[in-house]
């Protein structure tokens, strides 16, 4: 039946990006409504929500050989069921096949559900084993009881499993993309907008790429989709990442037609602070500075992102560019994510801007009344010229006279639409400021331009010369006394520690507990010693006094948890500690270590590992060993880890994809970039269709 009403429908040859989903049988306007919230307007539409995974149902596992994780269906007895009342009421129903047994465990049940569980019964479930106190067991399987005798088979092949949102289940999304596949098999067509000319990825056709991920074939294994290595998934995410970086650099290029006030005067502040400088600035940051003044010089806002290494000198960049601001009348806003950075920025920018007589003020969450209403006065009708502060600075009641720059440090942080948000505040009328965005944390290559294509960016590649590279030992925590001892005799040459306590519980208060165990244990050993602690669960207040004590050199040796600030600087402090570095990411043990090494002395980090080391685990503290150079630090994590843990969940969560995974498919990346190049230049006409198809509605969210 199905067949008539779809050859009625579409003759062989015509496109399905225009058949409205109405034209689906049983898709009246109530559903049709639905699925246009969703994004969904066309048959297409339907086709291109593409299952996210996969369970496989297509054979019986025998109790016996189950493991955690395993996603199984298993044929059993039932050998009894019995309520248990604790903390929650749960129904145990114990059940096995003669290689084993294991607990079925529901929260929710029925009275009915539960006399169905009758000793003897043979059952039939699906689910996720899992460890539990006693056995394994499946909480809340899907299960059906059956009739002796009886043998239902099993799946045919892979089952597809869609994002079901809004009321929509499962099973109307089979029964929808079942009918939508009707319509490619009568000959209906899907647009190629790209063949293997662009990549050789692009080999597959569409329509047979997308039958097959919705309707696996029954030899399909489970780990081959698992591995993303499936012609048909390559074909489909190759062009899901292709549309996701088009889409990036047609919002660059909406930002650039927007107007922006064009600084170009030069009137000589710049070079009066440059000569008071007792330091010339290195290649890279003259470069940098160029490419800044550059974009500044047009009509059109600037959206940069430096990298520079820690320590590369980027303060200076962002003092020089400021100037070159406000020096043609404009006034220059800088961000930072702490109000103790921003203080540092403060302390930085007024050493370097007051003897050229030029304002800078500081606007902080604490500045509450009258206090905070000067300030406001002063931003407002441009007494101030430079204006340093956090988040505070784009509240709404802060107005600007007339600003040119935002300068962003340390915020890569952010995602697109914070950093567009952020520029819209900072409008005059509907001129919009430049915006510059400073990072300390080296992204390769190819991944910036993945997760940053809406920025230009620039790089500070080289440090300023005579830097002494900070030291670093791999230590197992046998050998935790002696460390303790080096610690005692660095603090007695009157220099200051770190030590770093991870733990790889997602929970703030076990870290904090951890931290403060350590710092209880050392202060007890290091008698002489002040020792001090912060951790992610003290208040903002509390954690910046002990910091403030420790840049001051009232405390000796500082106990932290990962939260120690970054970018803070104490360049007495020459010792770092990191417990079981084992457990976190080169770019994070980098950015950590990046916090000793800022003075004339020669600074050391002792990584204190737990022994048995694992093969992976060692490689990567060998690479910290070897180098301290960022960039080659971060190549090395996206070699070891993948893209989805060297950008973080921040900035992968920000993208979504259909069926596209950074970490699985980070390896296409580069080839994505060229494929997008090749496009953009040869075959425009395909950007549109193909930002529509994937990215659709969602699009709008870039917000121009
Ligand atoms: P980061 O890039 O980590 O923010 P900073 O801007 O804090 O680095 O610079 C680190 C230190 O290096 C500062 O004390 C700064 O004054 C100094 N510095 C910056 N540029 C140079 C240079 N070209 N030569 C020597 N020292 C420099
Ligand atoms: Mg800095």
Not at 9 to 20: F, I
Not at 652 to 670: P, S, Y
Request: proline share 5%; hydrophobic share 40%; charged share 25%.
């Amino acid at each position: 039946m199905v067949h008539k009403d779809a050859r009625a429908a579409c003759d062989s040859g015509q496109m399905l990006d225009a058949k409205p989903v109405t034209m689906l049988r049983g898709v009246g306007p109530r559903s049709a409504g639905k699925l246009h919230q969703l994004g969904i307007q066309t048959i297409q539409d339907v086709l291109f929500h593409l299952p996210y995974r996969y369970q496989d149902r297509t054979r019986i596992t025998p109790i016996g050989s189950v493991r955690p994780g395993d996603h199984v269906v298993i044929d059993a007895h039932v050998d009894h069921a019995q309520i248990r009342f604790g903390r929650r009421r749960s129904l145990l129903v114990q059940v096995s096949d003669g290689s084993g047994s294991l607990l079925l465990r529901y929260f929710h049940f029925t009275g009915s559900q539960k006399s169905g569980f009758v000793r003897g019964a043979r059952i039939r479930c699906f689910g996720e084993v899992r460890r539990g106190p006693a056995s394994f067991e499946i909480v809340h399987p899907e299960y059906r009881l059956l009739d002796e005798g009886v043998e239902p088979g099993v799946e045919e092949s892979l089952t597809p499993i869609y994002h079901s949102t809004e009321g929509l289940q499962q099973k109307t999304w089979i029964d929808l993309t079942n009918k939508a596949l009707v319509f490619l098999r009568q000959g209906c067509l899907l647009r190629e907008w790209l063949d293997a000319s662009v990549s050789p990825k692009i080999r597959m056709p569409l329509a047979e790429a997308v039958a097959l991920l919705h309707r696996p074939p029954p030899d399909l294994s489970l780990a081959v989709f698992e591995q993303g290595e499936h012609p048909a998934q390559q074909r489909l995410v190759f062009e899901e990442l292709l549309a996701h970086q088009l889409s990036l650099r047609k919002l660059r290029e909406q930002h650039k037609q927007q107007p922006a006030f064009a600084i170009s005067r030069d009137d000589g502040l710049e070079r009066r602070l440059l000569d008071r400088l007792p330091f010339e600035l290195t290649g890279a940051q003259r470069r940098v500075i160029a490419d800044i003044e550059k974009d500044m010089s047009q009509p059109n806002p600037m959206q940069r992102l430096v990298q520079g290494d820690v320590g590369s000198g980027k303060t200076i960049v962002a003092a020089l560019v400021a100037l070159h601001a406000i020096g043609s009348g404009f006034q220059v806003a800088v961000m930072a994510p702490t109000e103790l950075l921003a203080e540092q920025h403060l302390k930085n920018f007024r050493q370097w801007l007051e003897p050229l007589e030029i304002p800078v003020l500081w606007l902080a969450g604490r500045h509450k009344g009258r206090a905070r209403a000067k300030r406001l006065e002063q931003i407002a009708d441009g007494t101030a010229r430079l204006i340093v502060g956090t988040h505070a600075l784009f509240q709404e009641d802060v107005a600007f006279d007339k600003l040119g720059l935002i300068i962003v440090d340390e915020q890569h942080r952010f995602g697109v639409h914070q950093r567009l948000a952020l520029r819209r505040k900072g409008a005059s009328g509907n001129i919009l400021p430049h915006q510059l965005i400073m990072t300390a944390t080296p992204i390769p290559r190819t991944l910036a331009m993945t997760a940053y294509a809406d920025l230009d960016l620039s790089v500070i590649d080289e440090l300023p010369p005579g830097r002494t590279p900070v030291r670093t030992v791999v230590v197992s925590q046998s050998r935790r006394d002696e460390i303790i001892e080096r610690v005692r005799s660095a603090c007695r040459e009157g220099r200051q520690a770190y030590w770093v306590c991870t733990l790889i519980e997602e929970s703030e208060a076990l870290q904090a507990q951890a931290a403060e165990e350590t710092a209880r244990l050392l202060q007890e050993n290091l008698q002489e010693l002040g020792v001090a602690l912060v951790h992610g669960r003290m208040k903002a207040q509390e954690k910046e006094a002990v910091m403030a004590a420790f840049k001051a050199g009232e405390i000796d040796l500082l106990v932290s948890t990962t939260v120690i600030e970054v970018g803070v600087d104490v360049p007495n402090a020459s010792l770092m500690i990191i417990e079981n570095p084992e457990r976190l990411g080169l770019a994070q043990l980098h950015q950590l270590r990046g916090r000793v090494g800022r003075g004339s002395i020669e600074s050391h980090c002792v990584l204190l590992y737990h022994a048995p080391l694992g093969q992976q685990a060692r490689q990567r503290l060998e690479v910290m060993r070897e180098t301290t150079d960022g960039f080659l630090i971060a190549r090395k994590d996206l070699e070891i880890r993948g893209p989805g843990e060297v950008l973080g969940t921040r900035q992968t969560g920000e993208m979504q994809f259909r069926i596209a995974d950074l970490v699985r498919d980070g390896r296409l990346l580069a080839e994505v970039q060229r494929a997008a190049e090749k496009v953009l230049r040869d075959r425009s006409q395909a950007v549109e269709p193909l930002i529509q198809r994937w990215i659709g509605e969602r699009e709008q969210y870039g917000g121009v």
